[in-house]
């Protein structure tokens, strides 16, 4: 007698002894129990300092002690107080130069780059790797190095600049304030390009090349296939570096603070929000008494960044449904 | 037979997994285990003999102390004093771990939030003391054997707002104007005592390509201790008793004075001198291509160790006149003091009362060619004997440091923050006054 298939199958499930419902759901707990140390990292090191610090929003200082519930004065004081409201006002200018400048230098040119790259050029892993680079550096060190390059007496690039003929273009280029933070932002944006070149890569690989080629037959120019073609069809990369540019615009700290100092100088001309943090949360020791109002800033820090990044994705989704 | 090695391969891994981490938990909790009973561990014998056990058990446990400090550069000195107070009290061993000293201040902090790490920290001085102090989380010295010999002025740095008395006074820190004698010499520059000799010497040290002050601009601090060097002959301590007492401001034209020297200087200074490092100007300064240098005295030590050939002398001010006064600013470093947290609170005081002696004050004198605060300490660097009795005769605080510390963020950041401002022309002289004003009016009140 042969068997069908159906059969074979009838008589397995009844012969071979079957997993239990229990037994699936106890395997599937106790696999749950490998994401826990990752999970208590995560709130240790993530959540837990977070919600510390919104609990310290609400209350007085002494020191470094907590006092009173104040309610929403830290707040209030934040944004009515001097000088603590230029300060804030000016740091959050400086935030969005810093954003706009990346976007512009970072973006821009990385995604420029990427097409090249995409282009099936001579060397493109090579060029890839050599743009990647600086992202291997610690953040301080490229902050260290440039300090030394940018030097106005015996930095590499005025001297070079003075080498080749060009000593008037020699530039106290930090020490200036009409150039200070948008040198910072240059620096950042030979840092990161490399990053951002991947991620446009991997977008533009997406694109199927048969829409090329049937817009080619259709008589597309170049122009035409890169505006209608390539960029909406690359919105997916765009918006997620556009917002990841965002949050690292608000978040910057590491590099200002290692070219700048703490104060952002000179006289606060390359202040940013996370410096402005740093000083009234840690600054205490010197004397401040400000960690519940650092930890106010830290709360509308987190509020910018959480509602512009929301509002961004909600606008980029919406044009993806549109398409 | 595939499905049944497939069940195999699977329960083998979870079973592996599970090994893991209990291998990982076992070892966690053997380490607390170790970590709890470890001087008991050390005690016991390897080799067995009971003899040998209960000889050892008579000996006390000996006590670690972990001292936090924000002088990397005085590692060596400090471990040669370390080893000095471990001979004279053995079962005390105290290690030296300092931190970069712009980093030290936020290492500090969350190392006494979390109330563990240090039992001995160094405390910044006047304000910056008090905020630890009152936070409670220091012990008061006042007891200590020593402490009471040492100037009350030096202990005023460390007092918290109870009057108690709660670090040790380490050193007695000076702002000075340094010179290389060999770059005067060699070009045949008369050594300024005056604010007008000094305008004069400068302009001829231009002339011959010469950097008559290296001043470096972009750590803000350092303007305010020049400030306080050239700005001590312009107002005078009773300036200082009128501005404590509420009688005077900032605007007075004594202190606005001062502010306008700070603006004059600018062409002593190095070009784009507001890009520059402290250690830029300092090679400038001991590669002879700056003739002055404005710093506090601690400045000394690094000078002999990269340049020991350098011929260096030290001026304390520029009189306002021909004879006039020329004080020396000075101001207390930073003092010790022992964490409440700590677990060994006797031995912590222990080192204190050496740190209060005078064999160490002459040992710290000696070594780091500084100024001790301890009494009776004889310097032998001929500079810091001068600095000392100069110190001794004629002395004047540093004003935006000793008095105007207090505010978020402090009146002395706020004026040199505003002094960045006024290099840059982004304020008037007008301007740094009264942005240093209102900041001051935040906080100050007046003393009776």
């Not at chain 1, 490998?34 to 200082?61: C, E, K, M, R």
């Not at chain 2, 497939?6 to 170790?34: H, P, Q, R, W, Y």
């Not at chain 2, 401002?421 to 982004?426: P, Q, V």
Request: aromatic letters at 12%; one cysteine or more.
């Amino acid at each position: 007698m042969v068997l069908k298939e159906q059969e074979v199958v009838e008589v397995q499930e009844k012969v071979l002894p079957k997993p239990t419902k229990n037994k699936r759901s106890m395997k599937r707990h106790f696999l749950h129990l490998f994401l826990l140390p990752a999970l208590i990292f995560y709130v240790g090191f993530q959540v837990y300092p977070i919600l510390t610090a919104f609990v310290n929003s609400f209350y007085s200082f002494k020191g470094m002690v907590r006092q009173d519930f104040i309610g929403l004065e830290n707040f209030i004081r934040l944004f009515t107080e001097e000088p603590y409201n230029t300060i804030f006002t000016n740091a959050f200018g400086h935030n969005v130069i810093y954003f706009i400048g990346t976007v512009v230098t970072k973006l821009v040119l990385a995604f420029a780059l990427a097409l090249l790259i995409n282009s099936k050029i001579k060397g493109r892993e090579f060029f890839k790797a050599i743009f990647f680079m600086p992202k291997l550096l610690s953040v301080i060190v490229v902050g260290f190095l440039f300090s030394l390059i940018l030097n106005p007496t015996n930095g590499a690039l005025n001297s070079f600049l003075k080498m080749v003929g060009l000593a008037e273009w020699a530039h106290p280029w930090l020490g200036d304030p009409k150039t200070a933070l948008y040198t910072i932002i240059l620096v950042n944006s030979w840092y990161g390009i490399g990053f951002a070149i991947l991620i446009f890569l991997a977008g533009l690989q997406a694109i199927p090349e048969e829409i090329y080629e049937a817009a080619k037959i259709d008589g597309a120019s170049g122009l035409k296939m890169l505006l209608q073609i390539t960029i909406p069809m690359a919105m997916p990369s765009i918006m997620i570096m556009t917002i990841l540019t965002f949050i690292g615009s608000f978040e910057t700290f590491e590099l200002v603070f290692a070219m700048q100092g703490s104060s952002g100088g000179p006289y606060y001309s390359t202040d940013v929000l996370a410096l402005f943090f740093y000083r009234l949360a840690f600054g205490s020791v010197d004397g401040g008494d400000a960690i519940g109002l650092g930890s106010a800033l830290a709360v509308v820090l987190f509020l910018i960044i959480c509602t512009a990044t929301a509002i961004s994705l909600f606008f980029f989704k919406r044009k993806e449904i549109e398409q | 037979m595939n499905e049944g090695t497939d069940v195999m391969k699977k329960k083998l891994m979870l079973l592996a997994a599970f090994l893991l981490t209990g291998i990982f938990l076992l070892a966690a909790c053997s380490e607390k285990n170790n970590a709890e009973t470890g001087t008991k561990t050390e005690g016991e014998t390897p080799s067995g003999t009971e003899g040998k056990t209960e000889e050892k058990a008579e000996v006390k446990d000996p006590v670690e102390l972990m001292m936090y400090s924000w002088r990397p550069e005085d590692r060596e000195a400090y471990e040669k004093f370390i080893k000095e107070f471990e001979d004279q009290n053995p079962g005390i061993t105290v290690t030296f771990k300092p931190y970069k000293s712009t980093e030290y201040g936020t290492i500090l902090t969350n190392a006494l939030t979390a109330g563990q790490g240090p039992d001995i920290i160094q405390l910044r001085p006047y304000d910056g003391a008090t905020s630890i102090i009152d936070a409670e989380y220091v012990v008061p010295l006042d007891d200590i054997e020593g402490i009471n010999d040492i100037s009350d002025e030096y202990l005023t740095a460390a007092r918290g707002s109870d009057g108690k008395v709660y670090g040790v006074p380490l050193s007695l820190n000076a702002g000075v104007i340094f010179y290389n004698k060999d770059v005067f010499e060699e070009h045949g520059f008369d050594l300024p005592t005056t604010w007008d000799e000094l305008l004069k010497v400068g302009e001829e040290m231009k002339a011959k390509s010469i950097v008559p002050i290296a001043q470096a601009g972009k750590a803000a601090y350092l303007l305010s201790l020049t400030h306080s060097v050239i700005g001590a002959t312009s107002y005078d301590q009773s300036y200082i008793d009128d501005l404590l007492s509420g009688k005077a401001d900032l605007s007075d034209e004594r202190f606005v004075e001062s502010v306008k020297r700070m603006e004059q200087l600018e062409g002593l200074f190095p070009k784009d001198f507001i890009a520059l490092d402290d250690k830029d100007t300092q090679a400038l300064f001991y590669t002879n291509q700056a003739a002055m240098y404005i710093n506090g005295s601690y400045r000394l030590e690094t000078f002999e160790n990269t340049n020991p050939d350098m011929n260096i002398g030290i001026l304390p001010s520029f009189a306002s006149e021909k004879g006039g006064e020329t004080p020396l600013v000075t101001w207390v470093d930073g003092s010790y003091a022992v964490v409440k947290a700590s677990k060994h609170q006797e031995e912590a005081k222990k080192f204190m009362e050496f740190m209060a002696s005078k064999e160490f004050g002459q040992m710290f004198s000696d070594d780091l060619a500084r100024i001790s605060a301890i009494p009776g300490v004889e310097p032998k660097h001929e500079l810091v004997k001068e600095m000392t009795e100069l110190g001794e005769k004629n002395p004047t605080p540093y004003l935006m440091l000793v008095y105007l510390g207090g505010g978020s963020p402090t009146t002395k950041t706020t004026f040199e923050n505003a002094l960045q401002g006024l290099y840059i022309k982004e304020l008037t002289v007008d301007g740094v006054i009264e942005e240093s004003q209102k900041s001051m009016d935040k906080w100050f009140e007046p003393m009776n």
